[in-house]
């Protein structure tokens, strides 16, 4: 009967492993800071850091220095919140889709800042203060241009009235299109933020994402936050990745087999083989966030094994994949099948699979074997318990 240990070995041999190197991570988030010249580099973790763990990932970047933090929700605030409260309690976190109604005093409770984006939350906001007798911290998003969220500029003489009642800690937009550089629309939207913040009062100011912090004379203002960058994917499309990658994805063989030519593979019969084929099939899949459109459109997804770039063929199915190893080196069962990493990025999978590297990384799911990497050790995580190097 096998130890603990050694049953989690085989288990782990056995999965889809989704690496993060945590080191990585935090040396894009400084090379990020230094290109601010100045201004404060926060780190946008929502969505469980883009997939990859936000405990994991909080603790690295607040041990490379960064002090504020974004989240979408309020429960993604209270979870990062509790991860972060022995090593970075200070750390401030903000929640980028503003004040959950009748919800405020949860946001005081776990220390969060709401960004208000509306007439409605900032008066629910400013009541909740004045009845709580205390100029709680709040930030307001203004809209320039994204008809999303965000204060209208006929709102701003309001909301100037009722900050009266809490504390304004930051004015910020976001960019419709910072990724196109040549964009005319980017230009607009700085315009557009200088003359709301011109009606506001003195505060700081933020505006730059990822590849905002790329643009020609970029706006860096008070603070930036990046997030995709953080996480290796590339902020300038079209020009060479300037972060260092931070995800490794590997998938097992489960099964070889040879196939005659006519013969078909996958869901509804899809493709069919045109000459005796090769197939391998690997265990991953759409529930694991490998997307079903990678088997959709007119260009196969690669992955890459045995020394060579190998097409999926059929149609990617719910936990089962299958790989035409047809022109490549011996491959056998047990073997690993590179999805993400030195071969493949995040951003040339998503161009595949007709998405963007934003969709890869949040979709990336729960059943992989999750080991976090930092110089020398490692933290493997597995059905949400932590096993550190030392202890193995």
């Known amino acids: 009967m096998q130890d603990g240990a050694g049953a989690e070995n085989v288990r782990a041999a056995g999965q889809a492993t989704l690496r993060t190197d945590l080191g990585a991570l935090a040396e894009n988030w400084r090379r990020l800071s230094a290109r601010a010249e100045g201004a404060e580099c926060a780190a946008v973790v929502k969505a469980d850091a883009y997939g990859l763990g936000v405990a994991p990932a909080a603790f690295a970047l607040a041990e490379a220095g960064c002090k504020t933090f974004f ?3 309020l429960s993604e ?9 022995d090593t970075a309690a200070q750390a401030r976190i903000f929640v980028l889709n503003g004040l959950s109604p009748a919800g405020s ?4 409770q776990s220390a969060l800042i709401p960004v208000l984006g509306s007439l ?10 004045h009845a709580d007798g205390a100029l709680h911290p709040a930030a307001l998003h203004i809209d320039t241009g994204m008809n999303r969220l965000g204060l209208a500029p006929a709102d701003l003489n309001r909301a100037c009235d009722l900050m009266r009642a809490f504390t304004p800690v930051l004015a910020m937009s976001h960019f419709v299109s910072s ?3 040549s964009a005319p629309r980017n230009r607009l939207q700085i315009d557009r933020f200088e003359q709301a913040r011109a009606k506001l009062p003195p505060m700081p100011a933020s505006l730059c994402n990822s590849s905002g912090m790329f643009l020609e004379d970029a706006p860096f203002f008070d603070l930036c936050r990046p997030g995709y960058a953080l996480y290796g994917g590339n902020p300038t499309p079209g020009s060479d ?3 260092r990658r931070v995800v490794d994805l590997s998938a097992v063989v489960l099964q070889v087999r040879d196939i005659a030519a006519g ?4 869901y509804n019969a899809r493709w069919t083989a045109p000459s005796r084929r090769r197939l391998a099939t690997i265990n991953l899949g759409y529930a694991d966030g490998f997307l079903r459109s990678g088997s959709e459109g007119p260009i196969a997804v690669d992955v890459f094994v045995g020394g060579h770039y190998c097409p999926i063929v059929g149609r990617i199915s719910m936990d089962l994949s299958i790989v035409d190893i047809s022109e490549t080196g011996p491959v056998k069962r047990g073997d690993r099948v590179e999805i ?3 071969n493949i990025e995040i951003d040339d999978l998503a161009a595949q699979a007709g998405t963007i590297g934003y969709e890869i990384l949040t979709r990336l799911g729960p059943r992989f074997h999750r080991v976090y990497e930092r110089s020398d050790e490692s933290v493997f995580i597995q059905n949400d318990t932590a096993i550190s190097s030392s202890s193995m």
Request: glycine content about 8%; charged content about 30%; hydrophobic content about 45%.
């Open 105 to 108: 005093r949860l946001y005081v």
């Open 120 to 129: 409605p939350e900032i008066e629910e906001w400013a009541d909740f203060c």
């Open 340 to 342: 993400l990493g030195p």
């Open 263 to 266: 013969e078909t593979a996958g």
């Open 241 to 243: 990745n300037p972060m």
């Open 179 to 181: 990724e196109d550089m």
């Open 77 to 85: 605030g209270e979870i990062l919140r509790r991860a972060l409260w």
């Open 71 to 73: 989240v979408a929700h």
